[in-house]
Nanobody, 124 residues
């Protein structure tokens, strides 16, 4: 069983930056692909980015590729999502997830464990 806890969310002005963190416990992240998803109330949860176990290959939804960076520190059992040039449309609850692998599909069914989510609000 893997427990995931996100942090780093909050209120930020348009154009600002935030870095989200996801700390895992119960197992080493070495064995998992890790991902970030986000969800706006009333809408489906959508994949943002993922990073593979092993070689650390990263995938992004095209809309986020130039502004978001995912990284992992296996020694700290932590995954990060650096977000820059934030827009009001980025306002959502952001979830961390772990699964057997990471792929460009970024589908929810690929991931077995989920955090509780952290709110990101982009507003002036």
């Amino acid at each position: 069983q893997v427990q995931l806890v996100e942090s780093g969310g909050g209120l930020v002005r348009p154009g600002g930056s935030l870095t989200l963190s996801c700390v895992a416990s119960g197992s080493s992240l070495d064995y998992f692909g890790m991902a970030w998803f986000r969800q706006v109330p009333g809408q489906e949860r959508e994949g943002v980015s993922c990073v593979s176990r092993g070689d650390g290959s990263a995938y992004y939804k095209d809309a986020h590729k130039s502004r978001f960076t995912i990284s992992r520190d296996n020694a700290k059992n932590t995954v990060y999502l650096q977000m820059t040039s934030l827009k009001p449309d980025d306002t959502a609850i952001y979830y961390c997830a772990s699964g057997r692998q990471c792929s460009s599909i970024l589908a929810q069914w690929e991931y077995d464990y989920w955090g509780q989510g952290v709110q990101v609000t982009v507003s002036s």
